[in-house]
Nanobody, 116 residues
């Protein structure tokens, strides 16, 4: 059974930090790029960051560049999203997904709330 378990969300004050984790099982983790997406209330789903499975190359949305850092530990089948200098605009449900070839898996979300 394929599982993507996102965790680490919570309530934090503006300027604070959180680290999200996405733990995977049930598929060949190294072969998949892992991405983080978020959806704020009343807004569309937004791609935040991603990391390739092959060479570890990374992508960041302009809105989070310089504040967020994505990393992966293939032996633990886990991807991390370190989020620093959080602001209220970062408030959203954060989802991770795994994409390999034509296959995409989604995990459940974790809520991040940033208070001003």
């Amino acid at each position: 059974e394929v599982q993507l378990q996102a965790s680490g969300g919570g309530l934090v004050q503006a300027g604070g930090s959180l680290r999200l984790s996405c733990a995977a099982s049930g598929f060949t983790f190294d072969d998949y790029a892992i991405g983080w997406f978020r959806q704020a209330p009343g807004k569309e789903l937004e791609g935040v960051s991603a990391i390739a499975g092959s060479d570890g190359s990374t992508y960041y949305a302009d809105s989070v560049k310089g504040r967020f850092a994505i990393s992966r530990n293939n032996s633990r089948k886990t991807v991390f999203l370190q989020m620093n200098s959080l602001n209220p605009d970062d408030t959203a449900v954060y989802y991770c997904n795994a994409k390999g070839g034509l296959t995409t898996y989604w995990g459940q979300g974790t809520l991040v709330t940033v208070s001003s």
